[in-house]
């Protein structure tokens, strides 16, 4: 009893330093949580949390039933995270692999200064530049049609709007992400490598055999990240360009919850959308990295 | 090392340098054309890629009161504010939880730890932000991102770093944990909490969604909702948004590029600084966690 008085005196400097952040991670990550609760309800805004009527799982129907505004939702968010699984997620390594070969120390911070920079803009001045550039007031269609060409349209395109998100993710976030694989490469053991050249390995074989496996490891972990986050896409960056092309092409889940809830007011099925996704979201991390143990890699936490 | 073939050093110079042109030549399209003279634009029928007649008409519509210079103070202030609270909190629940041993350790660590798995939702969010009648307050764009559990986590692992002894000897001459905490600890951590402060900074700096959530009136709107409503949206802008003095505006183009220029200049400004840090690789144990 004395101990634990000392140790209460001891620590409650500590205590209420660590107060004011804990209070925020309480009242904005751990509480809300309990917002869920209106999944539900048939939620009403004047009724509230404690008085709105509790509905069982109707709430869920759409998600059970497969309703299409839903299904499109969810097809959307799957495609847009394959393509770029598929097309995004291997360029910042053929990136780094470049620049790890760059020998011009200077000539590399360089392009590495300038290429970084995107990643710090917001997704507004991200889209007001794509829109800058390739819009149909744009300065590509600009010139075009001061030299009497033909204009594209590729702003405002519903069949091209995975494209254009995809460009944008790419043109923000490719140099931002080779920073990790650069810290990988640069652990590449030097000894191996000569070795690998005495024995004549081709720069070929060299890349395949030497570099890759030694920063697999890496590139492992950033894939289960990514594949953790497979339903959440480019929620900012698709609300901006959404009323241009509509939501048949441009509806995530995201999107769904924002636009059925706040803004359409059915706030028990918004609420059943996200809390569905916030828990298969969480398995996904989960199961991911499970199948990364059993592939023998590190994942993101042991044990 | 065997000698790579010319071929293969071109490529990669082709592929490095058509990167960086895609990086540079939109800033550069934008920064020309809002300070390009009406005539030019009118000649060349929108973007003009070089000026001979520069003029600030366009910013000085922009910035002599009206929604854009508002905006632009409301950015401001919610991003040194927002940062200097942000910071307070991520240093002191930092240094919290790099003492190992003391009370409630070890749930407040995992309590911080856990909330990097999961998402709230959209809908309890701003469910509870409206329950705390925070809607249409600036304190809404604050509070909820005001600790983020990644930059406590990789404040504290720099904090753990810091030599036990130095702590043992300040305690032995009377020292208390604030004192401590002020005098040797943040002393010694300077880097790290320039670097975490940068990054708090454009994070206020470049929020939007939660602004278009929680505020209500647009005469509270930050600059990136103003940029949302009157470049992406090409909502036109005129003498009723901009209250210039100017006798003749500005085309709509060059105004829309000022207030993109000044959205990305504090941005280009404060870069420098957080890519002084690149280097001392501090980046990367922020980056790795």
Known sequence: MHSQRNRWRRDRVLLLLALPGVTALLLFHYLPLGGNIIAFQDFQPFLGIWHSPYVGLDNFEPVLTGDPVFLNALVNTLIITLIQVVFVFPLPICLALILNATISERLKRLTQSILYMPHFLSWVIVVALFQQMFGNGGMLNGWLRSADLSTFHIVGVPELFKLMITSQVIWKDTGWSTIIFLAALSRVDPAQMEAAVVDGASAVRRLWHVTLPSIRAVIVLLLILRLGDSLSVGFEQIILQQAQVGAGASEVLDTYVYNHGIVGGDWGTAAAVGLIKGIVGVALVLGANRAAHALGEQGVYTK | MGEPSRLAIGARGLVLGLGCLAVVVPFWAVLTTSIASPEEISRAGGFVLWTREPTLDAYRAVLSGGIVTRALMVSAGITVVGTALSLVATITLAYALSRPGSLLHKPILLMTVFTLLFNPGIIPMYLTVKQLGLLDNYLALILPVLVNAFNVIVMRAFFLEIPGELLESAFMDGAGEVRILLRIVLPLSKAVVAVI?????????????????????????????????????????????????????????????????????????????????FAKGLMVGAVKG
């Not at chain 2, 959530?213 to 005469?219: A, K, M």
């Not at chain 2, 085309?251 to 280009?268: C, E, F, N, T, Y």
Request: glycine letters at 2%; hydrophobic letters at 50%.
């Open chain 2, 197 to 277: 402060g940068l990054f708090y900074a454009v994070a206020y700096w470049n929020a939007f969604f939660s602004a278009m959530l929680y505020l209500q009136s647009p005469e509270k709107w930050p600059l990136q909702l103003v940029l949302r409503t009157y470049v992406v949206n090409d909502t036109p802008i005129g003498s009723d948004q901009l209250s210039s003095n100017l006798e003749n505006l500005p085309p709509q183009i060059s105004v829309q590029m000022a207030i993109l220029v000044i959205s990305i200049l504090p941005i280009l400004l404060i870069y420098p600084f957080i890519q002084k840090h």
